[in-house]
């Protein structure tokens, strides 16, 4: 009789500590989940090693330069799941910017109508983070151009590369609020919230 008492007390315990630890692993994902999706950050960049070359001996008239960068999302924008009216568009650019334009020619452009090197945003894997992919989309971008050697009258050039993200970025929060429609009346009876002051600091996508 004690024995099966004793089970059941056992099974009880076992039955109740998977609980626990159900409910836990649970609260856990959805805080990372909620983590994942905020920041203060949009999109990232920086100059993959060598690329440009810190050296180029010029042995032909036409060198090429070759730049790759790295792009990070580190933003919520746009979603995975977003339509196609809230994603990016062809005016969210990349472009190469600082060097002398009568030096370096032929650029390869993803727009041919103008002969400035830029890549559209659009053509990369450039999501914002989700539940399933919290570090945002990654992606490269390699711009090739031609050095006009000899265009040069002096022995040693050192050209200056300034790259720039140009993109529309779309934030959103979803705080509590209280609306008050009558905030300065006096009454006896408590309301339902008070008024105050909301302070935002990072996004977060809902």
Not at 135 to 147: K, Q, S
């Amino acid at each position: 009789m004690n024995y099966k008492k004793n089970s059941k007390f056992i099974l009880f315990v076992i039955t109740l500590l998977l609980t626990l630890i159900l409910v836990g692993c649970k609260t856990a994902s959805r805080a990372k989940s909620t983590d994942a999706l905020t920041g203060t950050q949009g999109l990232v960049m920086n100059f993959l090693p060598n690329r440009p070359p810190d050296k180029i001996v010029a042995e032909a008239n036409e060198l090429e330069v070759p730049i790759t960068i790295e792009v990070r999302n580190k933003g919520a924008f746009p979603s995975p799941e977003a339509s196609s009216s809230d994603r990016w568009t062809e005016n969210d650019v990349i472009f190469v910017s600082g060097y002398d334009p009568t030096l370096f020619l032929n650029w390869n452009v993803d727009d041919k109508d103008e002969d400035i090197p830029k890549a559209l945003i659009a053509r990369k894997a450039l999501d914002g983070k989700s539940i399933l992919n919290p570090e945002g989309g990654y992606d490269t971008v390699e711009f090739v151009g031609e050095l006009d050697v000899d265009s040069l009258k002096i022995d040693r050039y050192k050209p200056g590369f300034l790259v720039t993200a140009c993109y529309h970025y779309v934030t959103r929060a979803n705080p509590t609020v209280c609306i008050d429609n009558n905030p300065y009346s006096f009454t006896s009876e408590e309301k339902v919230c008070e008024v105050s002051d909301i302070a935002l600091t990072s996004q977060k996508k809902f």
